[in-house]
């Protein structure tokens, strides 16, 4: 992949209006080939040739996961430092290559969805190129690429925008329902099944750097048993799930044991049903290695928490064991302490602290990662 890709190369690769919509997918979501091909209605190997030219031109990179590979848009190295004017310039040079309106012809693997958008959209990579060469306000809070204004423009010039985003609305659903439903499956016998990463001995480690009593979010809660333990010293624990079948049981095990103090929310741990400032103290136990986006929870996190509260997690350590995606749902594989570092300081956290505190004795070993941090600072956008 080339570090620095001219100008006069994004501009030649986005030329073709199907990449131009790969792009844009792409900005919103990783996704994978299959995801594309049913958000785009595109074959495989003509999806898979334009891939191909992006990631060659440095616009995008993919990673493994499980059997398939993810693929995100990037920003080319370097490419924030270029002049709009040689932008500018160099989208005047490449206008009168692209064919004038009407007369080039669809590419292979085109959708179209609705009649008359063909004329609209074969003619856009010239208009957008053309839009380039105009004037660019640049008395913004944050200096915008020129990538993000290619496809802020396109994105106007597209007919095929809004049922792409439609789409893609439609295939994360998807992505989250099957997660949902796994959890559904096994409410009410979890603790009974085998959770890589639940460890007595860890959670006991992490009471140890509570202050009690707090009022705490137990997130990624789960059947309430981390919430039930922490409930005994703590003015109060609201426990989030996006299970409503745990969160039934949750409530019904509470009852049992006679206990008041805890408020079982239905959410997600990107989008809390908690008041910013609420809690002094968000706790993760084995649940962030679920979320889709966990530099997304933690930003979250930190907006829930009062100045000067804390964040707790206990999760996987990185590891290699393929199968926990299928057999527990997981989204990621662990983490290593770099990476839980690198997103808690990006969400506005101080004074982290991260340790492995357990690991399993059977085969695949998993091991637990423990991490601290202090909310003090507004937090960044994930």
Do not use: C
């Amino acid at each position: 992949m080339p570090s620095t890709p001219s100008i006069v190369k994004i501009l030649r690769v986005v030329a073709d209006p199907n990449r131009l919509r790969i792009l844009l997918l792409l900005r919103a979501e990783e996704l994978s080939v299959a995801e594309l091909q049913e958000i785009l209605v595109m074959g495989q190997s003509t999806l898979s040739t334009h891939l191909s030219q992006l990631k060659q031109t440095g616009l995008v990179e993919d990673r493994r996961t499980g059997k398939n590979n993810l693929y995100r848009l990037i920003s080319p190295q370097g490419e924030t430092e270029l002049s709009q004017q040689k932008a500018q310039s160099a989208a005047a040079n490449l206008v009168n290559q692209y064919p004038p309106e009407g007369d080039s012809e669809l590419s292979p693997g085109q959708a179209q969805r609705s009649p008359g958008n063909g004329a609209d959209q074969k003619s856009a990579p010239r208009r957008v190129a053309a839009n380039l060469t105009s004037p660019v306000n640049t008395q913004t809070p944050e200096r915008r690429s020129f990538l993000d204004e290619l496809l802020d423009r396109a994105a106007a010039e597209l007919a095929e925008v809004p049922a792409d985003q439609a789409e893609l609305r439609r295939v994360l659903k998807k992505r989250q329902d099957r997660m949902r439903a796994f959890f559904d499956s096994v409410a009410g016998r979890l603790g009974k099944d085998y959770v890589p990463g639940k460890s007595w001995k860890a959670l006991a480690e992490a009471l140890l750097r509570l202050m009690p009593p707090l009022t705490i979010a137990d997130l990624g809660a789960g059947e309430g048993a981390s919430a039930l333990l922490l409930s005994r010293h703590a003015k109060r624990v609201i426990a989030v799930d996006s299970s409503a079948k745990m969160i039934e049981v949750g409530r019904e095990q509470a009852i049992r044991s006679g206990v008041a103090n805890i408020d079982f929310r239905l959410g997600d741990m990107e989008d809390l049903p908690i008041a910013s400032g609420e809690v002094e103290l968000a706790f993760f136990s084995q649940s962030l290695h679920h979320a889709p986006h966990p530099a997304r929870a933690l930003v979250e996190a930190a907006r829930i928490l009062a100045p000067g509260g804390r964040i707790l997690i206990l999760d996987l350590a990185r590891h290699r064991f393929e199968e926990a995606r299928e057999l527990y749902a997981d989204e990621w594989l662990g983490f290593t302490e770099t990476e839980v570092e690198s997103m808690l300081a990006a969400a506005g956290f101080t004074g982290i602290e991260t340790s492995v505190v357990d690991k399993d004795p059977d085969a695949p070993q998993f091991q637990t990662l423990l991490a601290v941090g202090e909310r003090q600072h507004t937090p960044l956008s994930a």
